[in-house]
């Protein structure tokens, strides 16, 4: 009697390790599935930021330039943190007289916080008019936002046309209002040879009026034309 619950005594007991072992191995089979997922994990992950950050610049690309502005060619793109530079942006968009603009820089710099805003660097541009000839544009760098399509120029910076040359240190110019102001001093040359200095100026339809302010130096060559398309009006303090 006694031998035959030592025998079941055993039975159970090597049940029990059994058991154990088995679960311990479940236990090891469990662990190195999940140490297989950390692994793929790690390589999947940042695949998936990557392809998030893509889709979501895309989105955003299409959602602040496509809109507002008529068209946007880029040469390539880059991403540092939320901020996107494009390499030879080229924007264009349309004006209230039906003619058209078109900016071209260097690189345009867009921060995904703050869309509706690219700084533009070394920017040549060509502002179309309806019935004048159409003004070239170049400047150091430039500010744009895209919603209400209105620039900062900054550095050096030059509107040149047919009828006159303009040379600035800024200019804002609103695409829809077809004004330029600037609050800077201005140096106008006219196709007549007449130059005007100034501390700052206001241009309205097309820049085909001009006003200046400040302290105004007007310099008139014998032989002017009286017929000169642009119009003029100084305001000396």
């Not at 955003?60 to 507002?68: D, I, K």
């Not at 209230?96 to 867009?110: E, F, M, R, T």
């Not at 008139?220 to 119009?231: G, H, I, L, M, R």
Request: zero cysteines.
């Amino acid at each position: 009697m006694a031998l035959t619950q030592t025998g079941e005594g055993l039975s159970t007991a090597a049940r029990a390790v059994q058991a154990t072992e088995a679960r311990t191995a479940l236990a090891f089979a469990a662990a190195r599935r999940h140490s297989r997922w950390v692994r793929v994990l790690r390589v999947l992950l940042p695949l998936g930021s990557v392809a998030a950050v893509a889709g979501l610049i895309g989105a955003t690309l299409v959602r602040n330039f496509s809109l507002p502005i008529a068209g946007l060619a880029i040469d390539s793109m880059s991403v540092s943190g939320t901020k996107v530079t494009m390499a030879n942006p080229k924007l264009s968009g349309g004006r209230p007289d039906g003619s058209s603009y078109v900016l071209n820089a260097q690189k345009a710099i867009q921060d995904l916080k703050d869309p509706t805003e690219v700084e533009l660097v070394t920017i040549v541009g060509d502002i179309g008019s309806k019935n004048q000839p159409a003004t070239n544009l170049t400047a150091t760098a430039g500010h744009y936002n895209t919603a209400s399509e209105k620039l900062q120029l900054s550095g050096v910076v030059q509107l040149k046309n047919a009828n006159y040359t303009i040379d600035l240190k800024s200019a804002d110019v609103d695409f829809k209002a077809n004004v330029y102001t600037t609050s800077q001093p201005i140096h106008v040359v006219t196709s007549s040879g007449m130059t005007v200095e100034a501390d700052s100026a206001r241009a309205e339809d097309n820049a085909t009026k001009l006003s200046f302010s400040g302290h105004v130096k007007t310099t008139v060559p014998a032989q002017q034309d009286k017929n000169a398309p642009t119009q003029m009006k100084s305001e000396s303090p």
